[in-house]
């Protein structure tokens, strides 16, 4: 099966999440992304990144020990909350759309 075209958006989504909570690295964010399950490694990622990275949506510094660590910008949170925002109006819609069909109607 084809890897849905959602599937960057969503890893994108996450990554910003990620490095708002904490700043992380490329193994770090790999991980976090497998426990919500969001198959990536390594190398499907830093396209990714650096698509973020050229949009100044997060940074990233080599911190001796830990390698790349990529933290959020201004910018990056602004894009988040712009998701963040589009997601719920797709729950709102999805709740008004169950909550029509229960009551017999569809809208």
Partial sequence: MKTPILDGFVSRLYILKFVQSSPATVLTLVDRLRE????????????????LMIARAITAELVEGSGRVYCITDSGREELNKYLSHLDILQSDIEHTGRAKRAGRSD
């Avoid at 919500?36 to 698509?51: A, H, Y």
């Fill in 36 to 51: 919500r399950g969001v198959e990536k490694n390594i190398r499907s990622l830093r396209p990714i990144l650096r698509s």
